[in-house]
């Protein structure tokens, strides 16, 4: 009897521990500390980073089936998705680059149960890494994702260069480009889709319209969300049609 207890004792023990380290970022933090040498993470990836991603892990297993996923960052955060579609939530973290979107995607259980996922992201790696590294990892995305459920990535939305002397030539260089590159890259598969917001968003110079933006050039306003909003909404159900 005694060993009985002994033995039950030790399982539940185990089990205990199990479900701590999984609730926690344990895992995550040892990931990282880890990491071979050659496979650094990026510097983006932040203590911010890990927090949200807390977060987010929080909702996963509460997410709906049939739900619709958006995954991106500042510009998806500040969008509220339940005007796209319902159900549906937002996975978008502030500053997050295509790197960061590739080591959080297998924290995101839901996105097996999803009726449709939303990828939006790539400003922030303008600065950090070159267009075809940028389209390397968009392939690498696109691996990670169920091959059966529409997969809409939205392009890359313009900003407006006048507000920051760095980002001149941005719009009709590297963001001009990555979006032609992706739209390629997306009509390889049949369960991936592209859409832009980007040409009902610009003044007649190109640049992200000041009506569209919160001061800074780049984050939409509630009257560049709802543009941005109308889009996705089409976008999604032509991609549950087609597919």
């Not at 997969?151 to 009709?172: C, H, M, T």
């Not at 933006?213 to 976008?235: C, E, F, P, Q």
């Amino acid at each position: 009897m005694k060993k009985r207890i002994a033995v039950a004792y030790l399982i539940g023990i185990h089990f205990f521990l199990v479900v701590v380290l999984l609730r926690s970022d344990f895992i995550i933090r040892v990931q990282r500390k880890f990491t071979p040498q050659q496979t650094v993470l990026p510097p983006e990836i932040t203590k911010y980073f890990y927090r949200i991603l807390r977060y987010h892990k929080r909702m996963d297993n509460n997410v709906p089936n049939g739900a619709i996923v958006f995954i991106g960052d500042s510009i998806t955060q500040g969008l509220c998705v339940s005007a796209v579609a319902s159900p549906s939530v937002n996975y978008g973290i502030g500053s997050d680059t295509t790197a960061g979107v590739l080591q959080r995607l297998p924290f995101y259980k839901s996105i097996k149960r999803a009726r449709a996922i939303v990828i939006a992201i790539g400003i922030n790696d303008i600065k950090r890494r070159s267009n075809d590294k940028i389209l390397e990892n968009y392939r690498f995305i696109i691996d990670q994702l169920p091959k059966t459920t529409p997969v809409i990535f939205s392009a890359v939305l313009p900003l407006d260069e006048e507000v920051r002397e760095e980002w001149k030539g941005y719009n009709q260089g590297y963001i001009k480009d990555l979006n032609s590159r992706l739209k390629h890259l997306v009509s390889e598969a049949e369960n991936l889709f592209f859409i832009d917001a980007g040409p009902l968003l610009v003044d007649e110079n190109g640049n992200l319209s000041d009506i569209y933006y919160d001061a800074d050039g780049l984050h939409l306003n509630s009257k560049g969300n709802t543009i941005w909003i109308n889009v996705l909404r089409k976008g999604l159900q032509a991609a549950q049609q087609e597919h």
